[in-house]
């Protein structure tokens, strides 16, 4: 049995749209919380496509990342889990108002960040508020500080 100590992988969307971000309203341990479009990214898969697909199944708007806010790094006291997030910025480019909704996840909403700051005993993490609050402070960087050698097996090999 692998005991090695890993991280979470994780991704968040935080969109904005006439001064409303889009939330997600979900289940997590039998209690309503509040998060942005958000998960894990799976094996295979690349940062942006984990936050294209999560942001789909959460809350069926398709959304175009901008730009990276932060890569946050916590550890959840109740679980003892550590996650990496990677929130992104972007735009809901797409909306498809009758695809189902991921397991768990209630509604989609859009708020405003006076609404998310009133609701901060629901948020999922502290995170959540965080990522808001910098994305307002304009901390922003490019989706080309991330490397994906996914997509370049040539580059793995010449690197090993």
Same mark, same amino acid.
């Given at each position: 049995? @692998?005991?090695?100590?890993?991280?979470?992988?994780?991704?968040?969307?935080?969109?904005?749209? @006439?001064?409303? $971000?889009?939330?997600?309203?979900?289940?997590?341990?039998?209690?309503?919380?509040?998060?942005?479009?958000?998960? *894990?990214?799976?094996?295979?898969? +690349?940062?942006?496509?984990? #936050?294209?697909?999560?942001?789909? =199944? =959460?809350?069926?708007?398709? $959304? =175009?990342?901008?730009?990276? #806010?932060?890569?946050?790094?916590?550890? +959840?006291?109740?679980?003892?889990?550590? $996650?990496?997030?990677? +929130? $992104?910025?972007?735009?809901?480019?797409?909306?498809?108002? *009758?695809?189902?909704? @991921?397991?768990? #996840?209630?509604?989609?909403?859009?708020?405003?960040?006076?609404?998310?700051?009133?609701?901060?005993?629901?948020?999922?993490?502290?995170?959540?508020?965080?990522?808001?609050?910098?994305?307002?402070?304009?901390?922003?960087?490019?989706?080309?500080?991330?490397?994906?050698?996914?997509?370049?097996?040539?580059? #793995?090999?010449?690197?090993?």
């Amino acid at each position: 049995m @692998d005991t090695t100590w890993r991280p979470h992988v994780t991704v968040a969307a935080v969109t904005e749209q @006439d001064g409303r $971000f889009l939330m997600v309203e979900e289940m997590s341990s039998g209690k309503v919380v509040l998060n942005q479009p958000a998960g *894990h990214l799976d094996e295979g898969e +690349n940062l942006i496509d984990a #936050i294209i697909r999560e942001t789909l =199944e =959460e809350t069926a708007w398709t $959304f =175009e990342a901008t730009g990276i #806010i932060s890569i946050d790094l916590w550890q +959840n006291p109740q679980k003892v889990l550590t $996650f990496l997030r990677v +929130n $992104f910025s972007g735009d809901c480019i797409r909306h498809e108002p *009758h695809r189902p909704l @991921d397991d768990g #996840i209630l509604r989609a909403l859009w708020l405003t960040p006076d609404e998310i700051d009133a609701r901060t005993d629901q948020l999922r993490s502290p995170m959540v508020q965080r990522c808001i609050h910098n994305y307002l402070a304009g901390k922003m960087y490019p989706l080309d500080m991330l490397s994906d050698l996914l997509d370049h097996p040539a580059l #793995i090999q010449s690197q090993a």
